[in-house]
């Protein structure tokens, strides 16, 4: 049975670019949320979608945003890139919203801004 | 608001010894937690998953234990073998939160000596 699935794993960005990060739920998985890693901030949560629609968001600057698509997959994009926003972004699914489930994460997407 | 806190931040044992690694929290109003374990510069693996109506959860040399009263949990790790080290981290999701939103702790990161 696959895992969640980032891409690409590594990123590197000039200042001012945008990015788009994609991720691939498990199959079966509808429910998928997104955070940032920073040394500094530790894992923040960004967003969750659930059947194409955006549940819950997190405190974070309308630069970032997301969407989902009927297969599940989600992506996430970043507008006028700051050096900030270095991290490690990881993508969880879960079977649905609420319950008692737990979550699967991915392995990371590295981005790195220059 | 929420506090997840992991104390200590950084663990160094030899091998063999057992780990006991804590996380404390102070709104007991809970789904549930889970522990992960995260390699650097890789994504989150789950190791336990406990229901809050749980007292804890074993998986092989794991062992995680949840007590609501007090807002703890704690892993242990028997035998601790230079193969667990990692960091690990402590996660919430609360009743009071939208979706799956997971509350994470700061992590410790443990470190085991041949």
């Known amino acids: 049975k696959a895992g969640v699935t980032q891409t690409p794993r590594y990123l590197i960005k000039t200042r001012g670019q945008q990015v788009t990060l994609s991720c691939s739920p498990i199959?079966?998985?509808?429910?998928v949320s997104w955070y940032q890693q920073t040394p500094g901030q530790g894992l923040q949560f960004l967003f969750e979608?659930?059947?194409?629609?955006?549940?819950n968001k997190g405190n974070f600057p309308g630069r970032f945003s997301g969407r989902q698509f009927s297969n599940s997959r989600s992506e996430m994009n970043v507008s006028t890139l700051e050096l900030g926003d270095s991290a490690l972004y990881l993508c969880?699914?879960?079977?649905?919203?609420?319950?008692?489930?737990?979550?699967?994460f991915g392995s990371g997407t590295r981005l790195t801004v220059v | 608001k929420q506090e997840v806190t992991q104390i200590p931040a950084a663990l160094s044992v030899p091998e063999g010894e057992n780990l006991v690694l804590n996380c404390s929290f102070t709104?007991?109003?809970?789904?549930?937690l889970q522990w992960f374990r995260q390699d650097p510069g890789k994504g989150l693996t789950s190791l336990l998953l406990?229901?809050?109506?749980?007292r804890e959860q074993t998986s092989g040399r794991l062992n995680a234990s949840l007590d609501k009263s007090s807002g703890r949990s704690t892993l242990y790790i028997a035998a601790s073998q230079p193969g667990d080290s990692a960091t690990y981290l402590c996660?919430?999701?609360?009743?009071?939160?939208?979706?799956?939103?997971?509350?994470f702790g700061g992590g410790t990161r443990v470190l085991v000596k041949p």
């Open positions: 709104d007991s109003a809970i789904y549930n």
């Open positions: 969880a699914s879960s079977p649905t919203v609420g319950g008692n489930h737990g979550y699967t």
């Open positions: 979608y659930f059947s194409e629609t955006q549940r």
């Open positions: 996660a919430l999701r609360m009743i009071k939160a939208a979706g799956n939103k997971l509350t």
């Open positions: 406990i229901q809050s109506s749980q």
């Open positions: 199959s079966g998985h509808r429910s």
